[in-house]
């Protein structure tokens, strides 16, 4: 039959994981959202590596979508105290706790660590006017009308040209912000020459910025990219660092052997080598921190998002 | 399209005299969608600097209902009633039976709420035991049989095949 | 010409033994999983990602593109047979195919979804290979504007299509637009009629609306008048496959299918379903036999049918020439590429020219396999009526349920689905038509979006609609489908 034969062959692909030396840590990771998407594809990674590198095993993803994250969150906190549970998030979460006003935040969950980001880039159509990014921002404070293009809003895209408008010294009430679903519809509106400018993260723009369709003006990182030849922000003169970033939490109320523990096998996950090559072929950047230091950094990122987010008047 | 012994009736023009209440009620429901629609747009805030706010398109969506609703209420006072869909598997002539619906919709219910604490395998057979019964299988061991196999088979192909997670309950640790 | 020479490369990568396996894999899958609703193939592809990380990329993608065609030949099987359209592209499907199947032509509907399907996703891929670059140019240029035009033009010839008078097809039409209201706004990023709920904030489904209208709904009003002197079983047609007449019915619509699909693919938030409605109310139009239309008329299987396997085929365009992904399989798709750390655009087909032809001669192939695989499965697929109602219908409900939870694995989906079924029953009680319904939660979204779009990059100035040529033309065409049958009706009245 033909199910049959099917589900065979697939579940014998899906056991193609090779065994590795098992430890007795055993963990579920939870992706906040659908199959397919950065935390579920960052949860996967995971899972793949710390197996491969028998760090944890068994570990079993999986997918609890909906609400920017929020309602993973609420789920994590009916698992209070519970060690063996972790959930992928990032600052996309951190912003929707505070647009959909969700009764759930982060502030009792256990930081475990932050692993990887993008960084956002600004981009122009090739046969646009502006040069740089202070062309730019000079035409947008003669003219707020600008369209700028980028993903829905209240995320990453719209906090970076909210920053970028303070930076630039335009009132982030009167900018004119067009919003779309995904699905590469930005690039879409860039390369129509339907906006001004477009925000998303490199990897969305990478191949046409390479193939000298897209003009990349600025880059939201703290300091020049390996391999990505775009300025950054902050060497044109406005003060912009952001990263998409993606991390791990635990449940609230685990104990401090049971964080000790994740947080070390973060730790060897990181260190390992597998990791860094997934982090190569995907082009995902490295932006590890673990322990008192992510705690220290979710708290303030915290902060941040609600500033922007007022800012821009999605906040109250 | 329903019964051809019976054409349909234009808007604004009644058929039969008399007035029908239960179209009545559904014509009234509409409205009072329309309205409460509205009353719910009117409390959407305005969010960030846009040129067509997050209002417009609720605003259109309930007026429109409204104004629809209002028309049909019209077409039902005029005598206007609603001819019954004509199914393959249904007999037009029959006497509805509300019970047989709702022992299915009691079922699917039940089903749903044993499906996290019992499993997906209990859940899904109850649901498939009361279609079957509601649809005149009488043979209970037969019909409850039947429900559990396919209950398991959906439940491997979906977690084996796809690696779909569905809630495992009883059978946790087994399967 | 050099398309030709790397497509004959192509062939060469693509016909090794062990790429023809994952090609046979691919379609397999794809078949069964485009059967099962709720279950399509974007959340195969993103399910198996993780695994194929072991495979080679070309083998990757022509697993993946033989799940993709897969699943929108697989579609059109659960619509037909069990009136429960799986996935948006395939729900015009189920309206003359189950139909069909339900007077004993369930083979003859599936071949002709099959027959259609293959027709349109070859000429597809013709398309793709020779023209793809072009073709992707225009279409990024296609204005917000336009696609607004687009789906008004759908809404005004939808909503005048279906039902017994116009006034219960506008109700169901805006019912449907006010359940595509539900969630958060995308555009100003307000909750909207979400009653506090946060389950609410992503919107509802369409599957759960799509499966909840259908195929509950069904089950509740057919068992509470239930037909007891029938015998228990479908009675199948003797003439299981296409007679000479189907055939003659059919190329046409498939042909005029293909020729809608193809461009919305194409073009960004374009999709599969806007094509198969036009092509549904556009068969209706020009079929000689418009009184069997809601009766089972095989031109309303033919063409949407064609359009959305021609739209499966426009998709790939801008993906593979632009990384622009226009559908949810095409984003998934996507994240493949980035997963080998490729990067789709226009160097994809310079650097890693063997992957791309491989990929374009696989589909070729696909479309040749998935054609023998589902031809003759058509009539086995038809025996599945034989089984008595009672386990019918149960089965249908079981498989609705599996595919509603697994798409948020929640409980709260399921009292929706229940909600929508109590509202199926009464639409069909009080003969609403469940379909304008159905077509206002897809496209009601994606209109208000792409009109608010239009103006705030315009920033406000309403001349944005006059301004593009295509725009006015389809704007003129939306006129002229809201005036000219009522001047029709005016004269014909002042004649009788």
Redesign the interface.
């Known amino acids: 039959m ?2 049959k ?2 589900a065979l ?2 579940s014998a ?2 056991s ?1 994981a090779a065994p590795a030396a098992a430890q007795n840590l055993n963990l579920r990771v939870m992706a906040p959202a ?3 998407g950065g935390w ?2 960052t949860s ?2 995971i ?2 590596v710390m197996q491969d590198e028998g760090i944890a095993k068994p570990v079993q993803v ?7 994250g ?2 993973g969150l ?1 789920q994590l906190y009916n698992s209070k105290g519970d060690g063996n549970l972790l959930m992928t998030m990032g600052l996309v979460m951190v912003g929707a706790i505070q ?2 006003s ?2 759930v935040d982060l502030s009792r969950v256990t930081p475990i660590a932050r692993l990887t980001g993008e960084y956002e880039v600004i981009v122009v159509p090739a046969s646009s006017p502006y040069k740089t990014l202070g062309d730019l921002a000079t035409a947008w404070k003669a003219n707020n ?1 600008l ?1 700028f293009a980028g993903g ?3 995320g990453t895209d719209h906090m970076l040209v909210g920053l970028f408008a303070k930076a630039a010294g335009v009132d982030t009430k009167k900018m ?1 912000y ?8 930005t ?3 860039v ?2 020459n ?2 001004a400018a477009g925000v998303a993260g490199y ?1 969305e723009f ?3 910025i ?2 000298g ?1 897209l003009r990349a003006l600025g880059i939201s990182a703290p300091r020049a990219q390996a391999g990505i030849p775009v300025p950054t922000m902050k060497s044109q003169g406005f003060n912009v660092d952001l990263a998409n970033w993606r991390g791990i939490v635990a449940p609230p109320g685990i104990s401090g052997s049971q964080k000790a523990t994740l947080v070390a096998a973060m730790d060897k996950l990181h260190a390992s080598k597998a990791w860094k090559d997934t982090l ?4 995902w950047t490295d932006l590890y921190m673990s322990g008192s230091k992510f705690d220290v950094f979710l708290k303030l990122e915290a902060v941040r998002t609600r500033e922007i987010l007022k800012d821009i008047g ?1 906040v109250k | ?2 019964d051809p012994t019976l054409p ?4 604004g023009a009644g058929a039969r005299p008399g007035l029908s209440v ?2 009545l009620l ?1 014509a009234l429901g ?1 409205v009072l ?1 329309g309205a409460l ?1 509205l009353i ?1 747009t009117l409390q ?5 600097n ?5 209002r ?3 605003l259109i ?2 007026v ?2 409204l104004l ?2 209002t ?2 209420t019209v ?1 039902v006072l005029r005598g206007g009633r ?4 004509a ?6 002539d ?5 019970r ?2 709702a ?3 009691g079922g ?2 039940l ?3 044993l ?2 604490p019992l499993g ?1 395998v209990i859940g ?1 057979a109850v ?3 009361t ?7 009488r043979r209970a061991p037969l ?1 409850a049989g ?2 559990l196999i ?2 398991l088979v ?1 439940y491997v192909v ?1 977690t084996r095949g ?5 809630p495992a309950g009883l059978l946790n640790g087994v399967l | 010409m050099e398309a030709v020479t790397s497509l004959l490369a192509g062939f060469e990568t693509a016909l090794t033994p062990m790429n023809l396996l994952w090609a046979l ?1 691919g379609v ?2 794809g078949t ?2 485009g059967v099962l609703p709720g ?1 399509g193939p ?13 495979l080679p990329p070309v083998s990757a993608f022509i697993m993946f593109a033989g799940i993709y065609y897969g699943g929108m030949f697989g579609g059109s099987t659960t619509s037909i047979l069990l009136n429960t359209p799986g996935e948006s592209s395939s729900i015009i499907t189920a309206l003359e195919g189950n ?1 069909m199947a ?2 004993g032509r369930a083979a003859a509907a599936l071949a002709t979804a099959a027959i259609g399907s293959f027709v349109a996703g070859t000429i597809g891929t013709v398309l793709l290979t020779f023209a793809a670059p072009a073709i992707a140019e225009v ?6 504007s336009a696609k607004f035009a687009l789906i008004m033009l759908a809404f005004v010839t939808i909503s005048a299509t279906f039902g ?5 097809g ?2 169901s039409l ?2 449907g ?2 359940i595509g ?1 539900i969630g ?10 979400t009653l506090g709920r ?2 609410l ?2 919107g509802i489904e369409f599957v759960t609306v799509v499966i909840g209208l259908f195929a ?1 709904g ?13 015998a228990s079983v ?1 009675k199948l047609d003797g003439n299981a496959s296409m007679t000479r007449d189907d055939w003659r019915r059919s190329w046409k619509p498939w042909l005029r299918g293909t020729a809608l699909g193809f461009p919305f693919g194409a073009v ?2 374009g999709g599969a379903e806007i094509p198969t409605f036009l092509s549904y109310t556009l068969e209706r139009k020009l079929s000689r036999h418009p009184e069997e239309f ?1 009766k089972g008329a095989i031109e309303g299987v033919a063409g949407p049918e064609a359009a959305n396997n021609a739209s499966a085929a426009g998709v790939l365009v ?1 993906l593979l020439t ?7 399989t ?3 798709l ?2 493949a590429f ?4 490729l ?6 087909f310079v650097t890693n020219a063997d992957l791309v032809w491989g990929l374009i001669a696989s589909l070729y192939i696909g479309n040749v396999m998935l054609l023998a695989l589902n031809l003759p499965l058509a009539p086995v697929w038809a025996r599945l009526l034989l089984i ?4 019918l ?3 249908i ?3 609705s ?2 595919g509603v ?7 709260f989906d ?2 929706l689905l ?1 909600i929508f ?2 509202i199926g ?2 639409m ?5 038509p469940v379909t304008p319904a159905i077509i206002g939660v897809i496209l ?1 979204p994606v209109a ?2 792409q ?3 239009a ?3 315009s ?2 100035n309403p001349a944005i609609f006059v301004q593009s040529p295509l725009t006015v033309f389809i704007l003129l065409t939306v006129l002229a489908a809201l005036v000219v049958p009522a001047v029709l009706k005016a004269r014909a009245s002042r004649r009788g």
């Not at chain 2, 029959?94 to 509300?98: E, Q, V, Y």
């Not at chain 2, 796809?162 to 569905?166: A, E, V």
């Not at chain 3, 279409?139 to 917000?144: E, L, R, S, T, Y």
């Not at chain 3, 069909?428 to 609403?432: G, P, Q, T, Y």
Request: proline share 9%; no cysteine.
């Open positions: 033909n199910v034969t099917a062959a697939l692909l899906l193609t659908s199959p397919g579920d594809q996967r990674a899972q793949t999986f997918n609890v979508p909906g609400a920017g929020t309602i609420a647009t959909n969700s009764k009308a369209a829905s809003a209240g004119n067009v919003p779309f679903s995904g699905g590469g519809e690039l879409a509106a390369l129509g339907q906006v990897g990478e191949a046409q390479k193939a369709k190569k072929t995907r082009n999605l | 399209m329903s349909p009736i234009p808007p239960p179209d559904v509409v969608l629609l719910g959407i805030p305005f969010g960030i846009a040129v067509v706010g997050p417009v398109f609720p969506v309930s429109g209902t629809l609703g028309l049909l077409n609603a001819e019954p869909a199914e393959e598997d249904t007999d037009p029959a006497r509805p039976d509300l047989q619906p022992l299915i919709l699917f219910l089903g749903a709420a499906l996290q997906f899904t649901m498939y035991f279609v079957g019964f509601a649809f005149g299988e019909l039947v429900a396919v209950a959906t979906f796809l690696g779909l997670t569905l | 894999i397999t899958l069964l999983v279950i974007a959340l195969t592809v993103a399910l198996l990602l993780p695994v194929t990380a072991k139909k339900r007077r279409a990024v240029q296609i204005p917000p017994s008078s116009p006034l219960r506008l109700i805006f019912f637009l006010t209201l958060t706004d995308l555009q100003s990023g307000q909750a909207r009629f946060p389950e904030l992503d509950v069904e089950t509740l009003y057919v068992a509470s008048r239930l037909r007891k002197d029938k479908i960004p938030a809601g801008p632009l990384g622009l992904p226009t559908s949810a095409a984003a998934i996507l994240a980035q997963q080998y750390g990067q789709p655009g226009p160097l994809l008595p109602r009672p386990f219908y149960a089965g409900l079981v498989f349920t599996v939870y697994s798409l948020n694995n929640s409980v399921l009292i229940a079924g109590v029953y009464g069909r009680r009080f003969d609403f009601g208000e979006s009109f608010r779009t103006l705030q990059q920033n406000g």
